[in-house]
């Protein structure tokens, strides 16, 4: 079982939707006794970072702490992949998960935000969670800030300035992108995802 961690902020019709039509068993959650029977774990989200506290007040952040630290394969998407980092400047208040040390911020000035539509990706070749995907394919974002390219980025978007469009290390990964929204190429990395042995 794939647990779709409910926080009240995710696209969550959409990401049940795609997850269904690569062939996954998706149980969207917010129980953390159901996250921690999960194979997989996923984290969509949309909108302000500071909607994560949902997971500190449920105690779902120590349950995907918990399956993180046992090896579970966790996805997140887009606030999802931010929250994986130390904090955003968007609700410094609000710690992340801190897997990764760096901080998320808004883009520079002199770029219209958000940054909504499609844009193009630049991919490490040796991404599993990216296999398949041809360099250069367009993946749909919609997001104000960004996460910093760090030494765990496997995909670069440029919108004025680069920044990490994808993550990976171990079993720890995100996207800044929505592949339920991503066409072929979204659909793709969701069956990479699914496809990841447990």
Known sequence: MIAVVDYKAGNLTSVMKALLAVGADPELTQDP????????????????????????????????????????????????????????????????????????????PGKKIPHVGWNSLSIHPESRLLRGIDEGSFVYFTHSYRAPIANVTVAVTEYGEPFTAAIERANVMGVQFHPEKSGSAGLRLLRNFVRMPC
């Open 33 to 108: 006794a159901a996250v921690l029977r999960a194979c997989k774990i996923i984290l969509p989200g949309v909108g302000h970072f500071a909607a994560t506290r949902f997971l500190e007040e449920r105690g779902l952040k120590a349950a995907i702490q918990e399956g993180i630290a046992a090896g579970v394969p966790f996805l997140g998407i887009c606030v999802g992949l931010q929250w994986l980092f130390a904090g955003s400047t968007e609700a410094p208040d609000c710690p992340g998960l801190g897997a990764f040390p760096e901080i998320c911020d808004r883009f520079a």
